[in-house]
């Protein structure tokens, strides 16, 4: 079993659609999660990052459920511009190393 | 957040040579980290590189092959050593912005090896 899993995607909404990306990892010792956004032959930069309570920037909600180490992603409203790969990364247990998942491309259509 | 700049931006390399990779951070950070990302596939580890001390590497990874400087706290190179075409790929260094913030990422390096 992958340590982060991902959904395979590829995701193709139309504009203003909500769209929600789901993301599982294995280590339960894990303690920081986030949320990168990779455009195509461009370096990840960080979306945001996931705390348990839950956490809102503009369009964008993450949600964190460490009792099912379950992380989300829910995009409101989508732009073109939102099209990208979306990577779930978790910062893992002992190890203290950022452990990413597979990313989820997102196409977003006019 | 930290700014780095990451060269060359992409390469094209006869299988063989080495190509040395730099990468510069506005800020002094403890550890620097070295990705890989080969097509269609998420970032890879290959080491964690600290200032003072040799560079740890993880497993599939070694220091013949991917040679790590860290000579300040704000600079390190990879290289990527007698390379062939399996080699090819985007390689990336990274710094930590804080535990919360996430890490930053240079632009990252286009290797092609023919």
């Known amino acids: 079993r992958k340590e982060v899993e991902q959904d395979p995607g590829p995701f193709n909404v139309p504009e203003g659609a909500t769209v929600a990306f789901n993301c599982t990892y294995s280590n339960s010792a894990s303690q920081s999660f986030f949320w990168y956004r990779q455009d195509c032959r461009k370096e990840p930069k960080l979306l945001m990052s996931?705390?348990?309570s839950g956490n809102e920037d503009g369009r964008f909600t993450a949600q964190l459920n460490r009792a099912s180490q379950y992380i989300s992603l829910l995009i409101r409203d989508s732009k073109l511009s939102d099209s990208a790969t979306y990577l779930c990364v978790v910062l893992g247990g002992a190890t203290n190393k950022l452990i990413f998942g597979t990313g989820t491309l997102l196409a977003v259509q006019p | 957040s930290a700014v780095i700049s990451q060269k060359p931006s992409r390469d094209i390399c006869q299988r063989g040579t080495s190509l040395t990779i730099q990468c510069q951070v506005d800020s002094q950070v403890t550890m620097m980290f070295w990705y890989r990302q080969q097509p269609g596939q998420s970032l890879t580890l290959i080491a964690t590189a600290n200032q003072g001390s040799e560079a740890t590497y993880e497993s599939g990874f070694v220091i013949d092959k991917f040679p790590i400087s860290r000579p300040n706290l704000t600079f390190s190179t990879l290289t990527v050593s007698n390379m062939s075409p399996e080699d090819s790929s985007i390689y990336l260094c990274?710094?930590?912005?804080?535990?919360?913030?996430?890490?930053?990422f240079g632009s990252g390096t286009r290797l092609t090896v023919v």
């Open positions: 996931v705390y348990s």
């Open positions: 990274s710094v930590e912005d804080g535990q919360h913030y996430g890490y930053t």
